[in-house]
């Protein structure tokens, strides 16, 4: 079975409560987002996390939520502090193929109420999809992230975005290695090239990957006159469906932290602003910069010298054309 990604499941699959019912379920649902603000908050260690909406789990600043399967199903709660802007997340999960595993993440409102949520799930070795929530507001966001498969196998949440700036090299852990365990297959990916464009697909994901030296000047995130045709080939392909699409920024290890996380968030707005000007709906787009933490090639040798071309690898700029919504 092939992993799927749900935007929302419809509300026909909800059974019908009587309204006396639901108003005393809205009531306490109000009474305990009003507690959590008095509250402290759990620190979040590896693999513990709180199952009770009064106690939500603290996301750490790496924005990296992640744990093993119960063998079964559970449902835990954090909370994170964020500001008006694109909340970027990536779920994943990893365990032996052919056992079922989902993983939902439920944005929920001052109610205790879904007010968004996606979910993947699928039998396969390993899957993973990106989503953006859009942030109007500074202040506690709580969410609820639902996670059902075998003992064996680990599921993995990454928050950033300029809704939540992180901090750390985050990433998903490595699952623990296993005496005499087969080691869990990669997710398939097929990579093409359409002139300067990297095509990366795997299940629910199509990447256009374009080194960022091509499209903006050193420490500088206004676009260059020489992207404009590499820029009109991503737009068309954009044109031409109704995907959610989220804007990648990425660097390479040389220079602060900050500098970097800065850097690539305002480079990844520049082709958002090009690409709504072009015509494509900006509903449909979100940002994030990952600064320095997500490299796709070593910024060093093995030697510990400089790698100028795994670096130049490094800075770029991807479009995620999130295929299964």
Avoid at 70 to 98: C, H, I, K, N, W
Avoid at 185 to 213: M, N, W
Avoid at 245 to 262: F, L, P, S
């Amino acid at each position: 079975m092939s992993a799927t990604v749900h935007p929302a499941r419809s509300a026909a699959i909800a059974p019908a409560r009587r309204p006396n019912a639901l108003a005393l379920e809205l009531l306490c649902g109000a009474a305990i987002f009003a507690a959590i603000a008095l509250l402290p908050v759990l620190a979040l260690g590896a693999d513990e996390l709180s199952t009770s909406v009064m106690r939500p789990s603290a996301v750490p600043a790496n924005g990296v939520v992640a744990g093993a399967f119960p063998s079964g199903e559970a449902r835990y709660y954090f909370a994170m502090d964020v500001q008006p802007g694109d909340l970027m997340t990536q779920m994943s999960y990893a365990g032996r193929d052919g056992a079922p595993k989902e993983v939902e993440l439920e944005l929920l409102d001052g109610s205790a109420r879904v007010r968004d949520h996606y979910w993947i799930h699928g039998s396969e070795p390993s899957a993973q999809a990106t989503r953006g929530f859009p942030i109007d507001a500074t202040g506690r966001q709580v969410f609820r992230l639902r996670v059902k498969g075998p003992e064996t196998g680990r599921f993995c949440l990454e928050l950033g975005g300029k809704a939540f700036p992180t901090t750390g090299d985050g990433g998903c852990p490595a699952p623990p290695a296993t005496a005499g365990a087969p080691a869990t297959a990669p997710p398939t990916v097929k990579t093409t090239r359409a002139g300067s464009l990297e095509i990366v697909e795997s299940r629910c994901e199509q990447r256009l990957r374009v080194g960022s030296d091509l499209f903006f000047d050193f420490d500088s995130s206004s676009l260059r006159h020489e992207a404009e045709p590499t820029l009109g080939q991503i737009t068309e392909r954009l044109t031409g469906s109704q995907f959610p699409v989220a804007i990648e920024g990425h660097t390479d290890a040389k220079g602060a932290d900050d500098y970097n996380q800065h850097l690539s968030e305002e480079r990844a707005g520049s082709v958002k602003t090009y690409l709504v000007a072009h015509g494509v709906p900006p509903t449909r787009l979100t940002i994030v910069g990952w600064g320095k933490r997500k490299p796709v090639a070593p910024n060093a040798k093995a030697d510990g010298s400089d790698d100028p071309d795994g670096r130049q690898r490094n800075r770029r700029v991807e479009i995620v054309i999130n295929t299964c919504v």
